[in-house]
């Protein structure tokens, strides 16, 4: 195919045999379920779904390869194109409940992964290849750098496993970094009980805000509209000093040290302090 590769577009296309297998055994696919592919590229791993027996929907934005994929959707009764930009498109309207399967184009993983997260229904699996680092943070335990709200997003609701490490050779070009190929699996239950899933990552993403700055600093800088009168926390210290010793924590602490439970109970306490108002 000749197509000119473009980089700025996460076009490193894979093409070490075995690592598209491993992708294929990790989705473990049946025949005629519907598969989401994000990027389709060349097409490589959408042949290989397409063989094992998936429907593949695949988005993929770059108009330059669109005349040789519509061929091949002549080619495969069970590949539709979508045209478009991954993080444009309109999920309802494809099916309900799907895999998503994909070798992400780096530059919108982070992106691509918090918008598709939220939708466990739609998407029970995810086996996905995206760079190393952030396959690292989304399966980082507290108290490390990788650490972070990605880790607790994606977290609360989807079990992450790093399954393999790959280098820049199994590409076409290589990228600069490593790759992961990483499986998410939707959790039954949240990760967490929280009667406020939006405050719980208010408060995670105001912790986080500045990774050196104490929680107690970082916290004073989120607008609790929930306290009414004493909303504002940075005028009224005392409440958040007051917050966090109900839930037993140190307001010394870094984001980065707390788990998700402990994020959870700070949440609970808002909403137990917003109830007593
Ligand atoms: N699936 C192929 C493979 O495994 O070799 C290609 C993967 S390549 C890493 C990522 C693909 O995503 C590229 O073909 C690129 O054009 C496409 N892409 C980049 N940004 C996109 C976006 N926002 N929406 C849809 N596709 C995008």
């Given at each position: 195919?000749?197509?000119?590769?473009?980089?700025?577009?996460?076009?490193?296309?894979?093409?070490?045999?075995?690592?598209?297998?491993?992708?294929?055994?990790?989705?473990?696919?049946?025949?005629?379920?519907?598969?989401?592919?994000?990027?389709?590229?060349?097409?490589?791993?959408?042949?290989?779904?397409?063989?094992?027996?998936?429907?593949?929907?695949?988005?993929?934005?770059?108009?330059?390869?669109?005349?040789?994929?519509?061929?091949?959707?002549?080619?495969?009764?069970?590949?539709?194109?979508?045209?478009?930009?991954?993080?444009?498109?309109?999920?309802?309207?494809?099916?309900?409940?799907?895999?998503?399967?994909?070798?992400?184009?780096?530059?919108?993983?982070?992106?691509?992964?918090?918008?598709?997260?939220?939708?466990?229904?739609?998407?029970?699996?995810?086996?996905?290849?995206?760079?190393?680092?952030?396959?690292?943070?989304?399966?980082?335990?507290?108290?490390?750098?990788?650490?972070?709200?990605l880790t607790l997003w994606v977290g609360y609701r989807y079990k992450a496993r790093l399954c393999q490490v790959v280098p820049p050779g199994a590409?076409?070009?290589?990228?600069?970094?490593?790759?992961?190929?990483?499986?998410?699996?939707?959790?039954?239950?949240?990760?967490?009980?929280?009667?406020?899933?939006?405050?719980?990552?208010?408060?995670?993403?105001?912790?986080?805000?500045?990774?050196?700055?104490?929680?107690?600093?970082?916290?004073?800088?989120?607008?609790?509209?929930?306290?009414?009168?004493?909303?504002?926390?940075?005028?009224?210290?005392?409440?958040?000093?007051?917050?966090?010793?109900?839930?037993?924590?140190?307001?010394?602490?870094?984001?980065?040290?707390?788990?998700?439970?402990?994020?959870?109970?700070?949440?609970?306490?808002?909403?137990?302090?917003?109830?007593?108002?």
């Amino acid at each position: 195919m000749a197509h000119r590769r473009r980089p700025k577009l996460g076009q490193h296309f894979l093409h070490e045999k075995r690592y598209l297998s491993q992708i294929i055994d990790l989705a473990d696919i049946v025949p005629d379920e519907n598969v989401l592919e994000i990027g389709v590229g060349e097409g490589a791993l959408t042949r290989r779904l397409l063989d094992a027996g998936a429907i593949v929907h695949g988005i993929e934005i770059d108009d330059a390869l669109i005349p040789t994929l519509q061929k091949m959707e002549d080619e495969y009764e069970g590949f539709h194109l979508i045209h478009g930009d991954a993080l444009e498109i309109d999920y309802a309207a494809l099916p309900k409940k799907m895999k998503l399967v994909a070798n992400l184009p780096y530059q919108v993983a982070s992106a691509i992964l918090s918008q598709l997260t939220e939708k466990i229904e739609q998407f029970p699996l995810m086996v996905l290849m995206v760079q190393r680092e952030v396959g690292e943070r989304l399966c980082a335990a507290p108290g490390g750098k990788d650490y972070g709200s990605l880790t607790l997003w994606v977290g609360y609701r989807y079990k992450a496993r790093l399954c393999q490490v790959v280098p820049p050779g199994a590409f076409q070009p290589p990228p600069k970094v490593d790759s992961a190929i990483i499986c998410l699996e939707a959790r039954e239950e949240p990760q967490v009980k929280v009667g406020d899933e939006n405050l719980y990552f208010r408060i995670i993403q105001a912790g986080f805000t500045h990774r050196r700055k104490t929680l107690f600093n970082n916290l004073k800088a989120l607008n609790l509209y929930e306290l009414k009168d004493t909303k504002n926390l940075s005028s009224n210290p005392e409440v958040l000093q007051d917050l966090l010793q109900r839930a037993g924590i140190d307001p010394g602490r870094r984001a980065e040290t707390l788990d998700a439970y402990e994020f959870a109970r700070i949440a609970r306490d808002v909403e137990s302090l917003a109830g007593n108002k």
